[in-house]
């Protein structure tokens, strides 16, 4: 059953949160909430030593620091901030960097393809989607939940968690 839960549980929040801000723009607290709390019940049942836990909670309160940083610069938002932070405490030291790399490349593409859609009409079939207009719209930002979800769902095989599983 634990390895069940330490296959599903993370990758699940990574593709919820990033289909949430596709579709509403925000990444929810709860869903930042409810990895924080996995971290801590799953790092107990793998048997996580407190070393190794403790470097995570110093990984996760860099990352929230730079994020804040940047949402008060107008850079991301606040949800991604958050949940870019409890997406690295999952990653610790050993993955959080490759999952920021991932994030800035998969981001910058995203971003590149709504600047380009976006100089184009929009099609008449979208334009009752009401969360499909308002990616269009240039007024708005780009989803980058999108971007670190992806990249946390390419970074999750390689970490000590899918080790785990037997």
């Known amino acids: 059953m634990l390895d069940f839960i330490l296959f599903l ?16 723009m925000t ?12 971290f801590c019940i799953l790092a107990y049942l793998i048997g996580m030593d407190l070393k190794t836990f403790g470097w995570n909670w110093v990984m996760f309160a860099v990352v929230l620091s730079v994020g804040f940083t940047l949402f008060a610069f107008n850079i991301i938002g606040g949800g991604d901030a958050k949940f870019a932070a409890s997406t690295s405490l999952w990653f610790g030291w050993e993955n959080t960097l ?6 800035s490349l998969i981001g910058g593409v995203i971003t590149l393809v709504l600047l380009k859609v976006r100089t184009m009409p929009l099609p008449s079939r979208v334009e009752r989607v009401e969360w499909a207009t308002r990616l269009w719209r240039a007024d708005t930002g780009v989803p980058y939940g999108i ?5 946390a769902l390419l970074v999750y095989p390689n970490t000590h968690w899918m080790l785990m599983i037997k």
Request: hydrophobic letters at 70%; proline letters at 3%; glycine letters at 6%.
């Open 9 to 24: 549980f993370f990758p699940f929040f990574m593709a919820l949160a990033a289909m949430i801000d596709m579709v509403t």
């Open 27 to 38: 990444i929810s607290n709860k869903i930042s909430i409810v990895l924080i709390a996995g």
């Open 98 to 103: 490759e999952f920021i790399v991932y994030a």
């Open 147 to 151: 971007a670190l979800g992806l990249a």
